[in-house]
């Protein structure tokens, strides 16, 4: 807003003449003072352990709802398990529009003290990074989608859709006493919501901090764990028999391994690749520029695989995981198996992959079965959430892309596009690549800078999304 309108509007409210509009609700925020408080809500926070197993977020979800409670924001404590909770807030909207989630998973992986340069638990500031289990995953996000709740509230901005907020626990281990409990318990309150946010990509940044581009996990790849299985006649070892059940798996796994990466491209991820190619390096910009034809050149393979994370948006991938045959060195085994964890790009059918396997393998006498199977279920990228985020991204710099992103792990939105619910995977901070590997690692931490920025951007979008004058 420019001073002379700044001026104008001041001038009309301390005159009485017109009701609070959100330009004007905004200029009683002052973004640093939220941003200062969510520091300090963060370092408290990461002072709680909820280590899983076995968890105990309830001290967290108490936490937090103190917090919202301190701010006049009314919250709820569901019981999941023995200390174990779900904190959920609502701050109402006009009804006009379904709402907004915000998703946050109080539990952490475990930290081994011994590694870290500062405690785990020790919610510490040094060199102007907040240091601690859940900096980054996520405890960071569950701050900054409170205090932009808190200033969304404050601004006095009349919302056309509720905005809900949900701690839970579990996450890390599989959900199924949070977000897994929720969907069962209590599906009301996600089928009141239009979309979610939840953790996900960060704003990749360069070294020194600049951002490349904001990453959107509009979907995440479907999870299929796979048991092959051979059996045969047992012997003294002595005397090899042909055909063994030993190896005919490992014939088996060898063909599998040779098969090749498969590289395949959906159009989203077409988008990702052509979008940031011009923050890449000289090899890897060309390669990334034609990514249609990149991946078809057996040379380029190397590659595009170099980097694990991005070249799994290209391909479905097999990890050999689990071997278990004999038990002695002199006896042959009758029988012998293998584990594969297979990760599927979202448009791809079990079925369909479980016949190319069986084709590659081409040896009816290996046995084939399904232990897991978790079918990816995508969001769409045309959505008013992903032109809100999109709004905000250009409003602070055009030339940063946000961009579609398929993430090869799981989280606990699944739980939430089951009943209908657009989720999207996003983080409103740039973090570079030495600190996104302190996720589930040693020494995670984030930049003050970055995590205040979060703070605003999380606050603007949600305005953009749900504020009635807005539009
Ligand atoms: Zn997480």
């Known amino acids: 807003m420019s001073r002379l ?3 104008f509007t001041l001038l009309l409210v301390s005159g009485g003449l017109i009701s609070m509009s959100p330009a004007c609700a905004e200029e009683k925020l002052k973004f640093e003072e939220y941003q200062d408080r969510a520091v300090t809500v963060l370092c408290d926070y990461l002072k709680i352990d909820t280590t899983v197993p076995p968890g105990n977020e309830a001290r967290g979800a108490e936490y937090l709802k103190g917090i919202l409670e301190k701010n006049g924001i009314e919250a709820e404590l ?3 398990a023995p200390d174990r909770a779900v904190v959920y807030a609502r701050l109402k909207g006009n009804g006009k529009k379904k709402a907004v989630i915000l998703l946050n998973h109080i539990d952490v992986v475990p930290a081994e003290a011994k590694d870290w340069k500062y405690p785990p638990f020790g919610g510490e500031i040094h060199d102007g990074e907040i240091w601690g289990r859940g900096a980054l995953d996520m405890k960071g996000m569950g701050v900054i989608e409170l205090m932009a709740m808190i200033m969304l509230k404050n601004s006095g901005i009349e919302l056309d859709r509720d ?8 996450e890390e281990v599989g959900g199924e006493f949070g977000a897994g409990w929720l969907q069962k318990h209590k599906p009301e309150i996600i089928k009141s919501a239009e979309f ?13 901090g600049k951002a490349k581009y904001w990453g959107v996990d509009y979907a995440e790849k479907s999870v299929l764990w796979l048991e092959l299985t051979t059996e045969g006649a047992a012997g003294h070892a002595s005397m090899p028999i042909p055909g063994a059940a030993t190896y005919r798996l490992v014939r088996a796994l060898k063909k599998i391994d040779d098969a090749g990466p498969n590289f395949r491209l959906l159009p989203e991820v077409e988008e990702y ?4 190619a011009p923050t890449e390096d000289e090899t890897m910009k060309e390669l990334y520029a034609s990514i249609d034809s990149s991946i078809k050149k057996k040379e380029h393979s190397h590659a595009l695989l170099s980097d694990l994370l991005k070249s799994s948006m290209l391909r479905n991938t097999i ?3 689990v071997m278990k045959a004999g038990y002695k060195t002199n006896v042959i085994p009758a029988s012998a198996s293998a584990q594969l964890d297979c990760r599927l790009l979202p448009d791809v059918k079990k079925d369909d992959f479980i016949t190319w396997i069986k084709g590659i393998v081409d040896d009816p006498t290996v046995k084939l079965s399904v232990l897991e199977w978790n079918q990816s279920d995508p969001s769409s990228m ?3 959430m992903v032109a809100a985020i999109k709004k905000v991204a250009a409003a602070e710099d055009a030339k940063v892309p946000v961009v579609p992103v398929i993430v090869p792990w799981f989280t606990d939105s699944h739980w939430f596009r089951e009943l209908g619910v657009q989720a999207y995977g996003f983080q409103p901070c740039e973090v570079d690549k030495e600190h996104f590997a302190t996720m589930h690692g040693k020494d995670e931490r984030i930049t003050i800078d970055a995590f205040k920025k979060g703070v605003v951007r999380m606050y603007k979008i949600l305005k953009e999304v749900a504020a009635s004058e807005a539009k």
């Open 273 to 276: 690749f052509k979008k940031i």
């Open 382 to 384: 045309e959505t008013e």
């Open 5 to 7: 309108a700044r001026a």
């Open 163 to 170: 905005i809900i907020y949900l701690g839970t626990p579990d």
């Open 319 to 321: 990890s050999l995981t």
């Open 196 to 208: 979610l946010l939840n953790e996900g990509f960060p704003i990749e940044s360069d070294e020194k």
């Open 78 to 80: 569901f019981e999941t």
